[in-house]
C-alpha cells in the first residue's frame, strides 16, 4: 500500500524558514515525479513545486526564489525548503507523486500539513 506522509509544518512568522518533509513508501519513487501543492482556505488547491525523477525542478511563480525542492531517493522522501515565508503561504501543503503535468493531478496525494504564517 502506497502512502505518502508529510510532516514539517507549523505556525511560523513572517520572514521565517520551515522545511517541509514527505515520506514515501509501499513502493520505490526513484522513477516517480514527486512535487507539493498546497490548499488556503476556499481557494482551490494549486501547484507549488515539482521534481522530477531526472532531478530537474519546477515552481510556481509566486515561490520562485523562496522555496526549494529537494529529493532523497535512497529514503524516499521528497522536502520543500520554505524560506522568507510570508501570510499569503498559508494553507494545507500536500505532498503528490506520480504528477501528471498534462492535468496538474498526482495518482498519490499526502495527508496534507498545515502552514501558517502570522504577520
Known amino acids: 500500500q502506497v502512502q505518502l506522509v508529510e510532516s514539517g509544518g507549523g505556525l511560523v512568522q513572517a520572514g521565517d524558514s520551515l522545511r517541509l518533509s514527505c515520506a514515501a513508501s509501499?513502493?520505490?519513487?526513484?522513477?516517480?515525479?514527486m512535487g507539493w501543492f498546497r490548499q488556503a482556505p476556499g481557494k482551490e488547491r494549486e501547484f507549488v513545486a515539482a521534481?522530477?525523477?531526472?532531478?530537474?525542478?519546477y515552481y510556481a511563480d509566486s515561490v520562485k526564489g523562496r522555496f526549494t525542492i529537494s529529493r532523497d531517493n535512497a529514503k524516499n522522501t521528497v522536502y520543500l525548503q520554505m524560506n522568507s515565508l510570508k501570510p499569503d503561504d498559508t494553507a494545507v501543503y500536500y505532498c503528490?507523486?506520480?504528477?501528471?503535468?498534462?492535468?496538474?493531478?498526482?495518482?498519490?496525494w499526502g495527508q496534507g500539513t498545515q502552514v501558517t504564517v502570522s504577520s
Open positions: 521534481i522530477l525523477w531526472t532531478g530537474g525542478t
Open positions: 503528490a507523486a506520480d504528477i501528471r503535468f498534462a492535468t496538474m493531478t498526482a495518482r498519490y
Open positions: 509501499g513502493r520505490t519513487f526513484s522513477n516517480s515525479n
